[in-house]
């Protein structure tokens, strides 16, 4: 795989910018900007609000978290990445699992994208309702749409890994309308 020049400085010192000739009311912005750190991430990205999906896999046992980083990435071939975190209880069956499932929730699926996130959850106990799908993968019941999908590459970023797979199978049919995550809490899409 062909890792980009820019993915192999992730983590190194930081060269400051140029400075350059700013409005006031640019400077003043500036002038509260703070250092980068995961802390400034999680707090702009707290405002970013971003549409719900459980990923699943199966090894010896089905597992699967929610996640919020899912991403259309072509559509010839049809691809699609998410991130992982290498300290994710589903993380040693998703490094090694060569379908996912990807699933889209709906605004009614509150409670499970919580089961999913919940660390330690019996994430596919009661009430979770599923079914062996395509490939093997857990495909969830109820969910607005779903994807399997054949893992092509895990790329290293952080401490998390992005997956990047291609469909092979899914159901777009599904009723209802998008679950989505802002400001640190699960929302329905207001018009």
Known sequence: MTVSP??????????????REASPAAAREASQAREASSGLLRSVFRRHAAGVAVVT???DHPVGFTA????????EP????????TSSSSWPVVSEAEYIGVHVLGEH??????????????RFGAPTRWSVGPEGVPILDGVLAWLVCRVVARV????????????VAGDPAGEGRPLL???????ALRD
């Not at 049809?78 to 975190?85: A, H």
């Not at 699926?109 to 019996?122: K, N, P, V, W, Y």
């Open 109 to 122: 699926q509150r409670e499970l994208a919580e089961t999913f996130a919940r660390s330690g959850a019996d």
């Open 6 to 19: 820019d993915l192999r400085t992730i983590g190194a010192p930081r060269q400051p910018l140029p400075a």
């Open 57 to 59: 896999a199966h090894g």
């Open 181 to 187: 995550y802002h400001q640190g809490r699960f929302n």
């Open 68 to 75: 919020t980083s899912l991403t259309s990435v072509a559509a």
């Open 78 to 85: 049809p691809l699609l990445s998410f991130g992982v975190g």
């Open 156 to 167: 290293p970023a952080g401490d998390h890994r992005i997956v990047i797979a291609e469909a």
